[in-house]
């Protein structure tokens, strides 16, 4: 767990573009079956808060770095390294999403361009995900080389995609849907929760047993778990934003737990931590 908190750039970053690309899925599928412009100029001035979300994202991703005047050497192994390929999809979907919005936004969008522009958008957003992924799977770690990683970093897309585009867009159009995918995804975690608590008993280096990275592990999982579980109780019963944004608000603590394990799990096979 103390090993989590040292990698806090990290944890945001993850988590804060996993959600902004999600809740950006969600304004493409409303704006897609909007015709009202009136409509729409109200979901441009809203579509600015995930965009915010994601610019933050970035920031604290750049806190990582060792030397931040250096962060563009990110992008020196572009094709080669899984790091620069998520730097490059990630730059890539925010300028993408970025002009759209600004386009948007000053009326100048065609129709037409515009629904195949959020086209591009949701693709670039999904190829920045599968970069972001990617970059885990490292043979040298085994408690991060699994399908669970995969599982834990898409459903925090779907549970904050869910949550946040729910809270800014369910006065605009019926999103029910959301909330059934909230459910299914907070199903999955309690899945993934269970099958890896009892993975990483079977997991250990020559000098490190992977549960003792995390003794915490089973509490701070029943305190996300429980998150998600309120969450889900306010965005199916609650009818005002406040219970809304407490939901969203939820789930954003919950996903940054479950990153702060994530981290606190890297293993490197045959060395100490």
Same mark, same amino acid.
């Given at each position: 767990?103390n090993?989590?908190?040292?990698?806090?750039?990290?944890?945001? /970053?993850?988590?804060?573009?996993?959600?902004?690309?999600?809740?950006?899925?969600?304004?493409?599928?409303?704006?897609? *079956?909007?015709?009202?412009?009136?409509?729409?100029? +109200? #979901?441009?001035?809203?579509?600015? #808060?995930?965009?915010v979300l994601?610019?933050?994202?970035?920031?604290a991703?750049?806190?990582h770095?060792?030397?931040?005047?250096?962060?563009?050497?990110?992008? @020196?192994?572009?094709?080669?390294?899984?790091?620069?390929?998520e730097?490059?999809?990630?730059?890539?979907?925010?300028?993408?999403?970025?002009?759209?919005?600004? %386009?948007? %936004?000053?009326g100048?969008?065609?129709?037409?361009?515009?629904?195949?522009?959020?086209?591009?958008?949701?693709?670039?957003?999904?190829l920045f995900?599968?970069?972001?992924?990617?970059?885990?799977?490292?043979d040298?770690?085994p408690?991060? @080389?699994?399908?669970?990683?995969?599982?834990?970093? +898409?459903?925090?897309?779907?549970?904050?995609?869910?949550?946040?585009g729910?809270?800014?867009?369910?006065?605009?159009?019926?999103l029910? #849907?959301?909330?059934?995918?909230f459910?299914?995804?907070?199903?999955?975690?309690v899945?993934?929760?269970?099958?890896?608590? /009892?993975?990483?008993a079977?997991? *250990?280096?020559?000098v490190?047993?992977a549960?003792?990275?995390?003794?915490? +592990?089973?509490?701070?999982s %029943?305190?996300?778990?429980f998150?998600?579980v309120?969450?889900? %109780?306010?965005?199916c019963?609650s @009818?005002?934003?406040a219970?809304? /944004?407490?939901?969203v608000?939820?789930? /954003?603590g919950?996903?940054?737990?479950?990153?702060?394990?994530?981290?606190?799990? *890297?293993?490197?096979?045959?060395m100490?931590?």
């Amino acid at each position: 767990m103390n090993a989590g908190l040292h990698e806090l750039p990290l944890v945001f /970053f993850t988590v804060l573009a996993q959600i902004s690309v999600g809740t950006l899925w969600v304004f493409a599928y409303v704006l897609s *079956h909007k015709e009202s412009e009136t409509h729409k100029n +109200y #979901l441009y001035k809203l579509m600015f #808060l995930p965009l915010v979300l994601l610019g933050i994202g970035f920031i604290a991703s750049i806190l990582h770095l060792g030397s931040p005047m250096r962060a563009f050497n990110s992008l @020196n192994r572009v094709g080669e390294s899984m790091l620069s390929n998520e730097i490059a999809s990630g730059a890539l979907f925010f300028i993408v999403a970025g002009l759209y919005w600004l %386009i948007a %936004i000053i009326g100048k969008m065609p129709t037409a361009l515009g629904r195949l522009w959020l086209v591009v958008m949701v693709l670039c957003g999904a190829l920045f995900m599968y970069m972001m992924n990617n970059v885990y799977h490292i043979d040298t770690v085994p408690t991060w @080389n699994s399908a669970i990683t995969s599982w834990q970093f +898409y459903l925090t897309v779907v549970l904050g995609g869910c949550a946040l585009g729910y809270a800014l867009l369910h006065q605009v159009q019926s999103l029910c #849907l959301l909330r059934w995918l909230f459910g299914l995804a907070l199903v999955a975690s309690v899945a993934v929760v269970i099958y890896q608590s /009892f993975s990483l008993a079977a997991i *250990h280096s020559s000098v490190q047993q992977a549960v003792a990275l995390v003794p915490d +592990y089973v509490w701070v999982s %029943i305190i996300r778990l429980f998150c998600l579980v309120l969450a889900n %109780i306010l965005l199916c019963k609650s @009818n005002n934003q406040a219970g809304l /944004f407490l939901a969203v608000v939820l789930v /954003f603590g919950s996903e940054i737990l479950g990153r702060i394990l994530f981290y606190g799990l *890297h293993m490197t096979v045959g060395m100490a931590v």
